[in-house]
């Protein structure tokens, strides 16, 4: 074999192999939803979604209560935890020494790999406990202690991706510093920040371990942020362990529809991204 064609044989065999491995990536959640779709697609219906959950080993019923939970949690999560998520963010990247900085950046990784069970018993040390009953606002908030860590590293980077000739002909022209950053800064970088924060949500959306230590969950409307509240993957996991077949189809409905809402966001946040390009006439 000539070294022409050897080399073309290694670069085809290459591309096999790459072609291989982006496969075996995509080959697990391919694997889910046909799963996910394939057992619970049946108990979607109308039911699911306007119904309360019926009495214990009682067919029929629905999630509707732990559908508006999730949104209220993700609500009270990005309430809190967005405006203290970017404004880190604009002091690390516009304010902050390089060695204050440095710590920030560190211990803010190193929050990002806390496991959220941990972020739950914490959160019900210091909310439940004094509180003396879970509640939405415990939920909400150990939501987003997971998410500000996150969204204040996206931040940061995005808002060092706005070149600096912006900050300083803003300067130039007399605009004091924190306009120049609300005005210019943020607006420059406003696409990447909403992508960041939508991502974090996604990131949040599935958890079930905080919420059973703070949200505990809720088989009945929630009248009050005081009160227990039900959520998406609380009530799947109440379901999945629980020894009624009815139940467990409606958990699969569950897990499906909570699988979409995470790919709604994600398809967001590619819609936002995505380069567009204008064609000169």
Known sequence: MTTHHWRKFKNVAMQAITFA????????????????????????????????PKPVGEAGGGMVNAIVGT??????????????????????????????????????????GVPSIIWGIVVYALVVV????????????????????????????????????????ALALGIVRWRAI?????????????????????RVAGETAPLLFTAFGNRFWAHSLSQPIAALPLQIFSY??????????????????????????NVSVRVLTRERFVKSA
Not at 182 to 189: H, K, L, N, S, Y
């Open 21 to 52: 491995c982006a496969l075996l990536v995509i080959l697990p959640l391919a694997l889910v939803f046909y799963h996910v779709v394939k057992s619970g697609i049946g108990a979607v219906n109308w039911d699911f979604f306007t119904k309360l």
């Open 71 to 112: 949104f209220a949690l993700l609500g009270l999560a990005a309430f809190i935890g967005v405006p203290v998520g970017v404004l880190g963010g604009v002091y690390l990247s516009e304010y902050g020494g390089r060695r204050v900085s440095w710590w920030i950046r560190f211990m803010a990784d190193i929050l990002n």
């Open 130 to 169: 004094p509180m003396k009953g879970f509640s939405a606002w415990a939920g909400g908030i150990v939501l987003a202690m997971i998410i500000v860590p996150l969204i204040m590293r996206t931040s940061e980077e995005v808002l060092q991706l706005v070149p600096n000739g912006y900050r300083e002909a």
């Open 182 to 202: 609300v005005q210019i800064v943020g607006r420059t970088a406003l696409k990447g920040i909403v992508t960041g924060v939508l991502l974090a949500l996604a």
């Open 240 to 265: 999945a362990i629980s020894p009624y077949d009815d139940w467990h189809r409606q958990a699969w409905a569950g897990a499906l529809v909570l699988l979409l809402l995470v790919t709604l966001i």
